[in-house]
């Protein structure tokens, strides 16, 4: 009696079992079947004889073993057969060559036995989970889950489904904004399943463009029903995105029902995105239209395509290249991703356009003159020198630069910005991407907040003020490099807003990245990775610190820079001290710097194959306008 309730007892933890992972009773009655003839076949050497019956709805199970009824001297396998003598204990009638079929009890095979079967039953029930969880999930690739936040890592959070199923949301995968606590609800698309050995990982994500089609078609019930097509997306998780609608239906505006009144249906969507800005915009097969919307809310003059290279060359008027570019150059890159021609800008100046163009008649005395003969006619630049409210902000105390250095100043901009970018890049180079005005300021402009001085600064590129001119001394080599610094520095930004950097540049140091880079000393930044503390403000800044510093202080200054964090990185005293090596940090920035300005524009940063770089030509022209040979 025992015995039976044993075997009861094991028939209900396979029951339990069997719920637990939601395995259909067809398949659980075969897995049961399997998994007893595996362990009987074990032990006598074959299930052949065994017959196994599964009941799933009462929860048990019987087993039966057939076996031949030979004469008592002819036994020779008890599991296949079975005296005569036996047999007729059980029945008196049964005679040699008939069949006996009689019940096993499966708990008198022992614990042993017992530990098999529920061994082999666990890995059996476990492929079979893992089977049905791939099975599961490979079907729902690119759908929308929600699932409970478990557990948060470094690198990955993990979530469970309703079932209690594990998902992986990588960090990659998450939106930079993208904050949850333990407990929470976290929607994202199930991105792929990977099945390495038969274990199957399911990732899900929040940044792919799939996540934001799945967004709008809940939304938006005329993508649900295919009244409107989603016909291309771009996006820069959690900072913009564009998608391009279609309609099916001539009485249906696409992108107003996209919107909806009052941005009702878009507004759910922002938010779930973290406040990502979208733009939608009608899709048409006419690529030169398609590009003029993608770069909306620019207004385009012309565009020139180069369809085998699938490349634009989109001219605009100065006051909308700004608006073309957008914020970190995101708008201009996302109209690239949308359409998938590299999209280049630039300056339509073959028409007077009346707040931009500089009336040439203004300019009365030797100083205008030389400007509009060095400046003006060649690359379209003001240089303002005398002030309006426009400006400046007069509420500082500042002074005009005195009109006797305005020339020299200008001259030695030319020849360490101008001269250097013209040779390597063409003579139209700095009339295409130059910044349309110059201001110059005898003072530095002073930041009582934070203690600091203005040198110099730029708006969007249009605009280049240059700060503390009065001090301008041809021998004074220092301050002539720190006024450089400036304009190279101002020029990197116009650069990479008009073509973004590589994203990997932001991720080589991002935990320095700080709004109160000044009160960090320069070596402090250095063992951070930086090539000075203004660099820490943001990627973008340590973007363009590289280049204005490399280039005007000169590659031995940079070298030496290169050696003091390695040295600070080996004499620590302390493994917390640093997380990388700092010096291994500044090469990778470098190499990505090279390879952005040969790669995008052509540029060697560096001297190549017997011609100068652009660090050389910078060098030689500070030489040079510092030297006694320089005339002005």
Known sequence: MAKKVETISLIDTFSEFKELKNIDRTTMVSVLEESFRSVIAKMFGTDENYDVIVNPDKGDFEIWRNREVVADEDLENPNLQIALSEAQKIDASYEVGEEVTDEVIFANFGRRAILNLRQTLASKILELEKDSIYNKYIDKVGNIINAEVYQIWKKEMLLLDDEGNELLLPKTEQIP??????????????????????????????????????????????????????????????????????????????????????????????????????????????????????????????????????????????????????????????????????????????????????????FKDEIDEWIIDNYTRPYNMEVKYRWDQSELDLNRTLVPIKEELVVSVMKVVQEIWIKPYEQLAGANFIRSYSPKKYVLVG???????????????????????????????????????????????????????????????????????????????????????????????????????????????????????????KELYLNATSALDFAYDPSEALRQKETIVVSYLKDIWGINFYDQDGEKGLVTLVQEAIDYVTSDDYKQ
């Open 443 to 565: 003072s530095p402009k002073y930041n009582p907040n934070t203690g600091t001085i203005t040198l110099g600064e730029a708006e969007g590129g249009r605009k280049i003020v240059l700060y503390r001119l009065n001090w301008f001394d041809l021998k004074d080599r220092d301050l002539i490099q720190q006024i450089m610094k400036t304009v190279h520095h101002e020029f990197g930004h116009t650069l990479h807003q008009t073509i973004l950097y590589p994203e990997e540049f932001k991720n080589i140091t991002p935990g320095g990245y700080t709004t109160s880079w000044n009160n960090m000393s320069e070596e402090e930044a250095l063992k951070l990775g930086y090539v000075s503390s203004y660099a820490c403000a943001g990627p973008d800044e340590d973007f363009v610190e590289m280049i204005a510093r490399i280039a005007v202080f000169g590659p031995e200054w940079y070298e030496k820079k290169v050696a003091r964090a």
């Open 177 to 362: 904004s993208d904050f949850y606590r333990k407990g929470e609800t976290a929607r994202a698309v199930v991105a792929r399943v990977d099945n390495k050995n038969n274990n199957p990982k399911i990732i899900l994500s929040r940044t792919s463009p799939v996540f934001l089609q799945r967004l709008f078609e809940m939304e938006v019930p005329e993508i649900n029903d295919g009244l409107i097509t989603i016909k291309k997306i771009a996006r820069i998780p959690g900072e913009r995105a564009k998608i391009a609608v279609e309609s099916y239906d001539d009485r249906i505006d696409p992108v107003g029902a996209c919107v909806g009144v009052k941005g009702s249906r878009i507004h759910g969507i922002v938010r779930e995105l973290r406040n990502e800005n979208i733009d939608v915009i009608n899709y048409t097969s006419n690529i030169q239209l398609f590009i003029q919307r993608a770069l909306s809310p620019a207004k385009i003059s012309s565009i020139r395509l180069n369809e085998e290279e699938r490349k634009a060359e989109v001219f605009l008027r100065p006051e909308e290249v700004s608006l073309a570019i957008g914020k970190g150059g995101l708008n201009i890159k996302l109209a690239s991703m949308l359409t998938e021609y590299t999209i280049d800008v630039f300056r339509e100046l073959d028409q007077a356009v009346e707040d931009e163009d500089i009336y040439l008649e203004e």
